[in-house]
């Protein structure tokens, strides 16, 4: 197995992506940081994350050359990480994940030369948000009452990051798309897709083998989206 083949476990840190990258070159591929608690901890588009004691805050040290399909592969890890405890989760393009339309877990992927950090952020245990999420946010916990073992989730989830891992490896992206079909709560869905100042809207297709949302536009035209925000049309 080759996520988790090293482990780091912190207690407190700022940010497991910031300590993950100063360990670039000195550790092996697949090497986990993972925290108790993060003090600044980090969101896509520079936003914050919360991230107090009782959630899951890893960072993996990977080499990949296609960081679309790694965000990918996270989110269906963490979805089949879940799935076998019972619980299923939905994945909003590209890499939110929900239960009960509210975001339990997150996923943020950042390059350094040939290595990518992949970041996790699974909010299990935490009985309490901040007002200034305003309800968006939520926990495997607060939404079904189950308070599952921290330990068994993070080694079930290093488990299935592997075999996600290796399908991307192996060409196997397919499979892993497959897979990410059967999870996401987008597909045939009206939604309005945000990058930086653009805005489009359209109805959700598929998700082509880069790991681009395929969205058939108000004006008939296809569009295949990298990158940005999907907020499903009410
Ligand atoms: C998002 O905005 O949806 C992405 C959130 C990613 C949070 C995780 S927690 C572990 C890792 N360390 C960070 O500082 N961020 C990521």
Same mark, same amino acid.
């Not at 994945?91 to 509210?102: A, E, V």
């Given at each position: 197995?080759?996520?988790?083949?090293?482990?780091?476990?912190?207690?407190?840190?700022?940010?497991? $992506?910031?300590?993950?990258?100063?360990?670039?070159?000195?550790?092996?591929? =697949?090497?986990?940081?993972? !925290?108790?608690?993060?003090?600044? =901890?980090?969101? #896509?588009?520079?936003? +914050?994350?919360?991230?107090?004691?009782? =959630?899951?805050?890893?960072?993996?040290?990977?080499?990949?050359?296609?960081?679309?399909? &790694?965000?990918? !592969?996270?989110?269906? !890890?963490?979805?089949?990480?879940?799935?076998?405890?019972?619980?299923?989760?939905?994945?909003?393009?590209? +890499?939110?994940?929900?239960?009960? /339309?509210?975001?339990?877990?997150?996923?943020?992927?950042?390059?350094?030369?040939?290595?990518?950090?992949?970041?996790?952020?699974? +909010?299990? +245990?935490?009985?309490?948000?901040?007002?200034?999420?305003? /309800?968006?946010?939520?926990?495997?916990?607060?939404?079904?009452?189950? %308070?599952?073992?921290?330990? &068994?989730?993070?080694?079930?989830?290093?488990?299935?990051?592997?075999?996600?891992?290796?399908?991307?490896? $192996?060409?196997?992206?397919?499979?892993?798309?497959?897979?990410?079909?059967?999870?996401?709560?987008?597909?045939?869905?009206?939604?309005?897709?945000?990058? /930086?100042? #653009?805005?489009?809207?359209? #109805?959700?297709?598929?998700?082509?083998? $880069?790991? !681009?949302?395929?969205?058939?536009?108000?004006?008939?035209?296809?569009?295949?989206?990298? =990158? /940005?925000?999907? %907020?499903?049309?009410?």
């Amino acid at each position: 197995m080759i996520i988790g083949r090293k482990l780091y476990y912190l207690d407190s840190v700022d940010s497991t $992506n910031v300590y993950a990258k100063s360990l670039i070159n000195k550790v092996p591929e =697949g090497t986990v940081v993972l !925290a108790n608690l993060q003090t600044e =901890g980090k969101g #896509r588009f520079g936003k +914050n994350w919360y991230s107090p004691e009782g =959630g899951i805050w890893m960072s993996t040290i990977l080499k990949s050359a296609n960081i679309s399909l &790694m965000s990918i !592969a996270a989110g269906v !890890a963490v979805c089949e990480t879940f799935h076998i405890n019972g619980i299923i989760l939905g994945i909003k393009w590209p +890499n939110d994940i929900l239960l009960n /339309g509210k975001k339990v877990a997150g996923i943020l992927t950042e390059i350094v030369d040939d290595t990518v950090i992949l970041g996790i952020g699974i +909010n299990l +245990n935490i009985s309490k948000f901040p007002d200034e999420l305003d /309800g968006s946010a939520s926990s495997i916990f607060l939404e079904t009452k189950k %308070h599952l073992d921290k330990k &068994m989730i993070c080694d079930l989830l290093y488990k299935q990051l592997d075999e996600c891992y290796l399908m991307l490896k $192996n060409n196997m992206v397919f499979g892993l798309l497959t897979k990410w079909r059967h999870y996401t709560v987008l597909l045939g869905k009206e939604v309005i897709v945000e990058m /930086g100042d #653009r805005k489009l809207s359209g #109805r959700v297709l598929d998700i082509n083998n $880069n790991g !681009a949302l395929v969205i058939m536009c108000s004006n008939d035209k296809v569009q295949y989206i990298i =990158g /940005g925000t999907c %907020h499903m049309k009410k």
